[in-house]
């Protein structure tokens, strides 16, 4: 974390993004890109929120794929409900109790339970203890979805922050 | 381009095909406002992979080289569809839009709406009328 660069890994996200925006890999780009690496970090600094660090990187990618697998049974679950007959959808509400404290790993789990089977993220209360979940189709007990989403991806969340 | 690549970018591109029509039919089909929210969030999202994924493979049987740009696109709409997702829902219980009879547990939008636990007693207005 030096001056120069304050965000290492934003530097080389906001390349690699830039060469592949651009398709290509010539020295004016690499160049171009490096710079805007070096110059938006900088700039962007002074606003960001501190956020916990990732204590276990590897496990993102697990996790990614994970979350890819649930998105792809996710669509062949909606589409199927769509298909069907309509009586047969019973939505819901539910409030999930967070183990999450900070704003970066409960945006990580909102945005996953939005992504996939049947679960859309409606609302957080203020405390950041409970999130709101619109179910579409809400099974006899609604505990199946709380456990689910808690078991499924909150403990792996928790394992890649170790908060 | 060979018959190996045509036959796996036709594949694709039917599969593509299937769930962006779904998306649209759950549009019209399902019956309240949150309800409608899962079909395009969600039966979009395989839909436009498998069709990106066509175009990154017909450019590589075409021209001979990978492009990127599809990649990003799949990344942005990743990162943009929960967002998305998630502020439709939460401007569907501040405008209390009406949802079907049975939907379990609707008293919760009183309290998400003021952004309360749902253990919360206190707060909440007692006229406020269920949507």
Request: hydrophobic content about 50%.
């Amino acid at each position: 974390m030096s001056k120069f660069l304050p965000m290492p890994f934003h530097t080389v996200s906001l390349l690699i993004v830039w060469l592949m925006l651009n398709n290509s890999l010539s020295p004016g780009h690499i160049l171009l890109g490096m710079v805007l690496g070096v110059v938006i970090p900088l700039v962007c600094q002074p606003l960001r929120i501190p956020q916990p660090k990732f204590k276990r990187p590897m496990k993102l990618f697990s996790y990614a794929l994970l979350v890819l697998i649930d998105v792809i049974k996710a669509n062949i679950e909606v589409a199927l409900l769509v298909l069907g007959p309509s009586s047969r959808i019973n939505p819901g509400f539910v409030a999930i109790p967070l183990d999450l404290q900070e704003a970066l790993p409960i945006t990580m789990l909102a945005s996953t339970v939005t992504m996939t089977p049947g679960t859309v993220s409606a609302e957080l209360s203020s405390d950041k203890k409970f999130i709101y979940v619109h179910v579409l189709n809400m099974p006899e007990d609604e505990q199946e979805v709380v456990d689910f989403i808690k078991t499924r991806y909150e403990a792996n969340i928790k394992e890649i922050f170790e908060c | 381009m060979n018959d190996m690549f045509e036959i796996v970018i036709s594949v694709l591109l039917v599969i593509g095909g299937i769930f962006i029509f779904v998306g649209s039919l759950g549009l019209a089909r399902l019956q309240d406002f949150y309800t409608r929210l899962h079909a395009p969030t969600k039966a979009t999202t395989v839909g436009l992979g498998s069709v990106l994924l066509a175009s990154m493979i017909y450019t590589y049987a075409t021209e001979g080289y990978i492009t990127v740009n599809v990649l990003l696109i799949t990344l942005f709409l990743v990162i943009t569809a929960p967002v998305v997702a998630h502020i439709l829902a939460k401007v569907a219980m501040h405008h209390q839009v009406k949802m079907i009879p049975r939907t379990r547990n609707r008293e919760m939008v009183k309290l998400a709406r003021k952004q309360l636990p749902p253990t919360a007693t206190t707060g909440v207005e007692e006229d406020g009328r269920l949507p």
